[in-house]
């Protein structure tokens, strides 16, 4: 298995353009997820996807976008590039148990890809 | 108050050292505790799991819960430059983690 893999390792860009980031597990989790690390600030959940066809946001969305059409693959749109999204970006996955009767599930372990550094300017 | 704190460190301590890594939290709502580690340019790893107060022990490492006080502990034992990492707390009631900070540890050999 080749886990959570992420592309491009790096990327450079201008202010205003997009560009999208690649994600893709291996594992066949149901739950995957975006997150921006920044220096100091640990890790801060962008989107979430609780399995193909089905997003939402986290705590950091805005300037972000998502979609999940396979189980598989998970991309992170930047639409409008700015300078506040350099950053170092995680895809990660696990498989989550569902709340029952409206109450919370519970994630197993989450698995990592090596992440996306991002740089604009 | 943010929900999760953590000593962003830098932590350095001589090889063979006992580390202590340290987090708190606020909302009593969280029940599962997990320490991931991160090595530089690498993404997090997990390296403790747990759901209960007290102690779970796994080889050098033990991770200890004091829900009544809302503090979470990562021990190490006999450290190793090997451990020389980012050690990041992440603590849940649902499907989503919240994390700590981060502690960057230095193993000086």
């Known amino acids: 298995n080749a886990g959570v893999t992420q592309t491009p390792k790096f990327r450079i860009l201008k202010i205003g353009q997009s560009m999208t980031l690649q994600c893709a597990q291996d594992m066949n989790h149901n739950y995957m997820y975006w997150y921006r690390q920044d220096p100091g600030m640990g890790l801060k959940l962008i989107y979430y996807?609780?399995?193909?066809?089905?997003?939402d946001k986290g705590e950091v969305p805005n300037g972000y976008n998502v979609s999940r059409s396979t189980t598989e693959d998970f991309p992170l749109r930047l639409e409008l590039a700015a300078p506040s999204q350099t950053s170092v970006y995680f895809c990660?996955?696990?498989?989550?148990?569902?709340?029952?009767?409206?109450?919370?599930?519970?994630?197993?372990?989450?698995?990592f890809g090596p992440g996306t550094r991002l740089l604009v300017l | 108050q943010k929900e999760v704190e953590q000593d962003p460190g830098p932590l350095s301590v001589p090889e063979g050292a006992i580390v202590s890594l340290n987090c708190t939290y606020s909302?009593?709502?969280?029940?599962?505790f997990m320490w991931y580690r991160q090595y530089s340019r690498k993404g997090p790893e997990l390296l403790m799991y747990?759901?209960?107060?007290g102690n779970k022990e796994d080889g050098r490492f033990t991770a200890q819960v004091d829900k009544s006080s809302k503090y979470i502990s990562l021990f190490i034992r006999d450290s190793q430059p090997s451990d020389s990492a980012t050690y990041l707390c992440a603590i849940t009631s649902n499907e989503k983690l919240t994390f700590g900070t981060g502690t960057r540890l230095t193993i000086i050999p």
């Open positions: 909302n009593s709502a969280f029940q599962y």
């Open positions: 747990t759901y209960s107060s």
């Open positions: 990660a996955s696990s498989f989550a148990y569902l709340g029952t009767s409206g109450g919370p599930g519970r994630s197993e372990t989450q698995y």
């Open positions: 996807s609780v399995g193909a066809g089905i997003t």
